[in-house]
């Protein structure tokens, strides 16, 4: 089954959005650039996918895509910062398993 970069997106983007702890989903052009855009109002977890290469095989007849996922919340500064953050950490490392098993696996999802 041929999938068009659109239907990519859109599957990632169900599989990401079906996560209980992420709440927000984008592909983006540049990570670094949407997360420093103030003017975006976003409830964090967030789950951005950005592209990373995409080659055509001619003997295969294929065109592979490879992405970079970012799962990114926010550190509570007022509280134990260091607790918070390997909170942060601990978590988003856990969401990025999920991830990767639905991703791999769809009936799982």
């Not at 592979?64 to 909170?87: G, I, K, P, Q």
Request: glycine share 2%.
């Amino acid at each position: 089954m041929h999938l068009t970069l659109n239907q990519i997106i859109q599957r990632i983007s169900a599989i990401a959005l079906a996560h209980r702890q992420i709440k927000t989903f984008a592909y983006v052009s540049s990570a670094v650039e949407w997360v420093h855009d103030e003017s975006k109002k976003v409830t964090y977890p967030v789950c951005l996918v950005e592209q990373s290469t995409a080659n055509i095989s001619t003997t295969g007849r294929t065109l592979t895509h490879s992405f970079r996922f970012y799962l990114l919340d926010l550190v509570n500064r007022a509280n134990n910062t260091d607790t918070n953050e390997t909170e942060v950490i601990s978590d988003m490392g856990s969401v990025s398993g999920d991830l990767i098993a639905f991703l791999r696996d769809p009936a799982v999802y």
